[in-house]
């Protein structure tokens, strides 16, 4: 059995990672003046590309002429010689999909793990008081919602949104009680005058009590509710609203974990300024739970009740 080559492995991962399984197809598409056999020949290792005809199957294919040509003298020269003369390329190649795709996790996994990290360092969590402090005054969660939104607003614009939620408190009240909280920074307004600026001390806020989160999940999500239901898309007004029941394999849980954490990702990665072009804020909670009560009884509980 011949050795895979590295041009040959080259050869493949393109291949595949252009989205072709079928050869023929894939030489009709890139229009190589070669055939079937003699290219699957070159992908197996089975043959060697010439040097006269390496640079027409490089412009045929349309593929990077220095990853292509690194590749290529891997094969034909000593590695000693290589690190001398050529100038490496990082090894993406592969050997099929099952390697890609483990590979590619395991990219993802490292990523979603330094995101998660960024976003712990970058988040404030309430203290005690403060906790203590919404659990009494719950209708300026909105306003603390707004404040995070943004680098920096001011005690008009805090005063407006108070309007709109029909927060009873005053707006310069609010900002000494967000600024006695450690929640906010107050400076002065313009030349000493004009409202106050008010700056959030992190990029995003979160709440570690339990019975807060809570009570803030179960506020917005009856909110959402009362919205106009969007069936495909969160776009415009209303909401995208789903719920089921689903049985799950044991060996699926971890894949779905990972797809959950990954569009949670995607979401913070995509969270903007309020003030950026086009920014709207939107709510979303995630909840998946085990319902063991919905399951089959155990055989204990069949023997006991007879």
């Known amino acids: 059995m011949s050795k895979v080559t590295h041009l040959g492995r080259f050869l493949r991962s393109l291949r595949i990672e252009r989205g072709y399984t079928n050869v023929t197809q894939y030489l009709r598409k890139y229009k190589l003046p070669i055939s079937d056999v003699y290219y699957r020949d070159l992908e197996a290792g089975r043959k060697m590309v010439g040097l006269e005809n390496a640079g027409a199957l490089c412009s045929a294919l349309q593929a990077d002429l220095q990853t292509?040509?690194?590749?290529?003298?891997?094969d034909l020269l000593p590695e000693p010689v290589i690190q001398l003369l050529v100038r490496p390329v990082v090894d993406d190649t592969f050997e099929n999909i099952d390697e890609k795709l483990a590979e590619q996790n395991r990219t993802h996994e490292v990523y979603r793990t330094v995101l998660m990290q960024h976003y712990s360092r970058q988040v404030l969590s309430l203290s005690d008081e403060a906790v203590a402090f919404f659990k009494q005054n719950f209708e300026l969660v909105p306003i603390l919602y707004f404040v995070y939104s943004l680098n920096s607003t001011n005690e008009y614009e805090i005063a407006e949104v108070a309007k709109r939620n029909s927060v009873s408190i005053s707006a310069p009240q609010i900002i000494s009680h967000f600024e006695r909280l450690g929640l906010v920074a107050v400076g002065s307004g313009e030349n000493g005058s004009g409202p106050r600026k008010v700056r959030r001390l992190k990029p995003a806020i979160t709440f570690s009590d339990d019975e807060l989160l809570n009570k803030c999940i179960l506020w917005e999500t009856q909110k959402s509710l009362s919205q106009p239901r969007n069936k495909v898309t969160f776009e415009g007004e209303g909401?995208?609203?789903?719920?089921?029941?689903?049985?799950?394999?044991?060996?699926?849980?971890?894949?779905?974990?990972?797809?959950?954490?990954?569009?949670?990702?995607?979401i913070r990665a995509a969270d903007i300024d309020l003030l950026s072009t086009e920014a709207e804020p939107f709510h979303y909670s995630i909840i998946v739970s085990t319902r063991p009560e919905y399951g089959l009884p155990s055989k204990e509980t069949i023997s006991e009740s007879n």
Do not use: N, P
């Open 239 to 266: 909401a995208f609203v789903y719920q089921g029941l689903s049985m799950i394999a044991k060996e699926s849980h971890k894949h779905i974990s990972r797809r959950i954490m990954d569009l949670i990702t995607e």
């Open 68 to 74: 292509y040509y690194f590749y290529l003298l891997k």
